[in-house]
């Protein structure tokens, strides 16, 4: 998506897309501070769409552990394990221990959805703080964008010609 060079005639910095039109208005700005690579400002030009996520997920808020221990207690876990090697262990602890788990009692399972919402299941509190976060500094970063003008000039005259 980047057409134009961004340090001393070198093409550094790409953006990549998998579907054509979701990015647009590609533009380089200036440098920030005295750094001789410029920065890049572009676009996603999809709108966000409310998505109607339909997620299964575990409840575990609900979840009887009494059973669950019970349920993993009742294996014979001596015979089960016998004479096999690590990896065929591991596969049949995981088939008994998911089979406990999806037992329908022990552990039940609730409908995550996402209706009336810009963002996706996975957006979590934490990740919605460090975008925030990460908006709020790009903010800072743009209001200091004429200080940065005058350090850019000041740092172009001192540098003289490379």
Known sequence: MTEEPMRRG??????LTNKEGLVGDVKLKGSLGCSDHKMVEFRILRAARRALSKLTILDFR?????????LLGRIPWDKALEGRGAQDDWLIF???????????????TKRK???????????NKELLGKVKTKKGSLQRVEAR??????????CSSSQGSD
Request: glycine share 6%.
């Open 113 to 123: 959805s996402s209706k009336n919402t810009k963002r996706p299941p996975w957006m």
């Open 94 to 108: 995981k088939g008994h221990l998911l089979q406990a788990q999806f037992h329908i009692v022990c552990i039940p």
């Open 10 to 15: 070198a093409m550094l910095d790409l953006i």
């Open 62 to 70: 609900r979840a009887d552990f009494a059973l669950f221990r019970d």
């Open 145 to 154: 964008a004429g200080s940065l003008g005058r350090t850019q000039r000041n």
